[in-house]
């Protein structure tokens, strides 16, 4: 192979995806914080938002978990246990090993319509989010929802490593950019300049921060804009019905050039994933052609019935009173602490140290102290924004929250 050959193929290798480089600058940031016990937990959910430790060095101990993303705390209501355990005894089994195109239970037929009626959307539940989003992107990238015309895929810079993950995938159907996080600038200028764009981002980022739908949604109706956003954190704790915090600021009918996707696990409180289409030619294509429909199986009857359960409250006052204990949480924890997401009414709050090993060591002591949080650098922040991630639950108990503010404020006059 000719040298400029072997160099074309290099660079094309590495041009979306660099795990070498990512386990060479992070392993050892890895292998401290699996050491130290924060990463890895092995654990049992008990009342509320606490968790009694069953392996390591901690074995035995309680802490209270602000790791988990179950915004309303519905992950262990008992209805939602309850419909789990239901399913699995109606059907007598959890879990059918074959593709969604050949066999299906009842019971996810029954799923997708009670979520298609809830979300004003047509509905297919998926395993996970990862994989829904592993089915969706390279039909869109396809052009067969572009009206046949492959569209320029665009990925904010900030998105989800289950969104950026499939850049590859997706580079081989049509042409891929990472722009800056919600630089609508730029992604102005795409539009201007290809027909046909695709724009992939986060209602809600992981890190804190949320898209914004409403230029986005102005960008969409000036240039025919395609929009698939990743609403995992947004689901539920927004909207009269938990439509999610994209969805809530979309018209009622998504048409032909949007898709949600989105968590049944974080705040819906159930397990795995869905996607919101707005068409019934889109919903064929994804029930023939999207990779995890046809060659997958779905998610297990444990899920559905939890999944079923959840949205049965998700039609009660209980959501709303539980939106507003979140939103009272917030609240009570932005009077103490400042962070960069201050104000916002996102439940996901980054304590920043900066240096990865002390932003490890503030985590351990935290953890000392009852606190299960995360210790985040990078690739999941950008190098030298090491921190401790917090998320808040409505199933927070506030003398557990303000003793944690009062132990970050000290970790804050330390540093």
């Known amino acids: 192979m000719p040298a400029q050959d072997h160099a074309r193929n290099a660079s094309r290798q590495t041009r979306y995806r660099n795990t070498a480089s990512v386990i060479d600058r992070t392993w050892s940031h890895f292998d401290e914080a699996y050491r130290r016990g924060l990463m890895g937990v092995h654990c049992r959910s008990t009342e509320g938002r606490t968790i009694l430790l069953t392996r390591g060095k901690r074995q035995g101990r309680q802490a209270t978990d602000f790791v ?26 959890l879990h059918w090993s074959c593709a969604r195109t050949r066999l299906n239970f009842g019971l996810v037929g029954a799923l997708e319509e009670n979520l298609s009626q809830l979300f004003c959307a047509r509905v297919i539940a998926y395993s996970t989010v990862m994989v829904a989003n592993m089915g969706a992107l390279p039909i869109i990238a396809s052009g067969h929802l572009t009206g046949g015309r492959k ?58 921060g949320q898209a914004p739908v409403r ?18 954190h947004g689901i539920s704790i927004f909207g009269q019905r938990g439509e999610g915090f994209a969805r809530s600021q979309l018209p ?16 819906f409180g159930a397990s795995g994933g869905m996607l919101m289409l707005g068409t019934a030619r889109q919903e064929a294509l994804f029930r023939c052609y999207s990779l995890p429909h046809a060659f997958s199986a779905s998610l297990n009857l444990a899920a559905v019935g939890a999944a079923l359960a959840s949205a049965r409250i998700h039609r009660t006052c209980e959501l709303a009173n539980r939106q507003r204990e979140l939103a009272a949480r917030i609240a009570f924890f932005d009077e103490r602490i400042c962070t960069a997401q201050r104000g916002t009414p996102l439940p996901i709050r980054m304590i920043r140290i900066g240096d990865e090993p002390a932003a490890i060591d503030i985590a351990e002591e935290l953890l000392d102290e ?22 808040l639950t409505a199933s927070h108990d506030l ?11 000290r970790c804050a006059d330390a540093g």
């Open 252 to 267: 009622s009918d998504l048409g032909e050039r949007t898709i949600i996707a989105a968590s049944l696990g974080k705040g």
């Open 215 to 232: 230029q986005l949604s102005e960008l969409q109706e000036r240039y025919g804009l395609f929009l698939y956003i990743d609403d995992a």
């Open 68 to 93: 988990r993303c179950s915004y309303l705390g519905l992950d262990n209501h008992p209805a939602v246990v309850a419909g789990a355990v239901a399913a699995i005894e109606e059907y007598g089994s």
């Open 151 to 208: 569209p320029r895929m665009v990925f904010d810079r900030l998105a989800h490593a289950s969104l950026a993950f499939h850049k590859p995938v997706v580079a081989d159907e049509s042409q891929v950019d990472t722009i800056p996080h919600n630089d609508l600038d730029a992604l102005e200028r795409i539009c201007r300049r290809h027909p046909q764009v695709a724009y992939i981002c986060d209602g809600i980022y992981s890190m804190g």
């Open 370 to 391: 009852g606190f299960y949080t995360s210790v985040t650098f990078f690739p999941t922040v950008a190098r030298g924004e090491a921190g401790i991630r917090i998320c």
């Open 399 to 409: 003398v557990e929250l303000e003793r944690l503010c009062r132990r970050i404020d």
